[in-house]
């Protein structure tokens, strides 16, 4: 039964009995206080007053999204003996965590001892700076790297489960990437989700959060919601609100899926570009929060990801082969000409801004395309779904693939001659490649896929403290009862993600809020 379907039977129920069914706290029957406000969705710079009502609901903590940072802290308020919400405005849980890639940055790790990998915090963080463009804010960047080994752990004991061998990504100076045992990141939130339900945590899906309610000491202490919401049916459902005595912690994510939000901070990313994302990442919680007060950070920072294909839409399949297999062990030509063009284990922004130079002369793109052998297509976990969705292709021999792709046959061969002594030499004069573990592209069949960039992260957010406060663009102090973490937040990136931080930028920052927000005075 849901706990808000019969509210005064709800009221009757004791805690105990709620915590024994697997609910948190019932809807309480306490009264707005005639101070009691609302940031107001209409109206941004009003607070308008609410009427005199019970709250529908009454939690010590509420958590806005169902994602990687999400889970973690709802289940590290629940692990301090708090009623803890989740409320996810889709119809399932999990949000771009689900699709994401299931790639996960540690420093320091078992796994890099046992490769023989030399790591540390620092090299972390000075990988995620260069990424960056040095304009991260060092202290939640550093937050990150420290907070990685136990992030990891944390993931483990809820019993995700990660492949043996890193993966080597672009940006990176070493090998610290760990890949879920499935090649996606709901190997981790399955693992959280269950965890989370099993420690009491209530996840309550189709709800999407409106609007903050502070109180007259500007205290969030609560939310509007538009409960069983059907995306993207605004009028759907019923508006309800929700009590959290502790505060909020709002970890709803990106916006890469609105576009109108988009073209605002950066005009090229309106209109039609694709998106990794799934459809629900559109921003509005976010955009609550400021107007409660939040300072928004680096918001035109939108990173596109290098990896995608222009021959499927989303992350698809496409993705995991480039970062696992094209990039590292293959290279990534121009198709006019057949040459490189760029480090193709450069950062992500690196690479995007290369390939969106590659326009032919009628102005539409002229997708690059990334070459590898069947050697380096071992290291795919998704090789057959590739074939089988025809993103990618199977080829014989070389020229069989350049003619495909009507590529220069003479010059594509050329190239890998040249790019296979490089990697005898162990060195890459053209363009710096990382080439300590990479293979000669010599063993048929070969493979091959046409890039192209998509929207894929947004660096811009929330600005937080290293505790997961939200602060306030009046006083530069925490907002009282506000918490934030995961791409919802602004900072620790830059100018562009470092590739494989965002699980572990969720899980660190997550923990952090959710811990801290249980000691915040109950209201």
Known sequence: MSVFKDKNKIEAMSRRKLLKNG??????????????????????????????????????????????????????????????????KMRVVGG??????????????????????????????????????????????????EG??????????????????????????????????????SGIVRPLVNTARAEGVVLRTGCKMLDFIVNDDSKIIGMRVRDNYRFPDEESGQIRYFKARRGVVLASGGFSQDAKFRATQDPRLAGEIDSTNQLGATGEAMRAAFRAGAIPVQMSLIQLGPWASPDEQGFGVASMFNIQSGFRYGVMVERATGKRFVNELADRKTRADAMLTKISDSGEPDYPIIVVDSKGAEACPTLDRCLK????????TINELANF?????DSLEKTIQNYNKYVADKHDPEFGKPLSTATPIVKAPFYAVRGWPKVHHCMGGVQIDTKGHV?????FKPIDGLYAAGEVTGGPHGASRLGSCAITDCLVMGRIAGKNIADNEPS
């Open 23 to 88: 609910g948190a706290i019932a809807a309480g029957s306490l009264l707005f206080g005639a101070g009691t406000a609302l940031a107001s969705e209409k109206s941004p710079s009003v607070r308008s007053e609410l009427p005199t009502t019970k709250w529908d609901a009454e939690f010590d903590v509420l958590v806005v999204g169902s994602g990687f940072a999400a889970l973690a802290a709802a289940i590290e308020a629940r692990r301090k003996g708090l009623d803890v919400m989740i409320v996810e």
């Open 471 to 475: 602060l306030h663009s009046q006083t």
């Open 148 to 185: 990685s080994m136990e992030a990891y752990n944390f993931a483990v004991d809820c019993g995700a489960i990660f492949k043996p061998k890193l993966s080597w990504l672009g940006g990176h100076s070493v090998a610290r990437t760990y890949l879920t045992h499935n090649a996606s990141g």
């Open 96 to 145: 771009n965590s689900c699709i994401n890639g299931g790639l996960f940055a540690v420093a320091g790790s078992d796994l890099q001892k046992k490769e023989g990998v030399r790591d540390s915090i620092d090299t972390m963080v000075n990988d995620m700076l260069a990424a960056g463009r040095g304009i991260n804010h060092v202290e939640l960047t550093k937050t990150i790297a």
């Open 405 to 409: 792709y009507k590529v220069p046959a």
């Open 389 to 396: 969705y025809k993103v990618v292709g199977e080829f014989s």
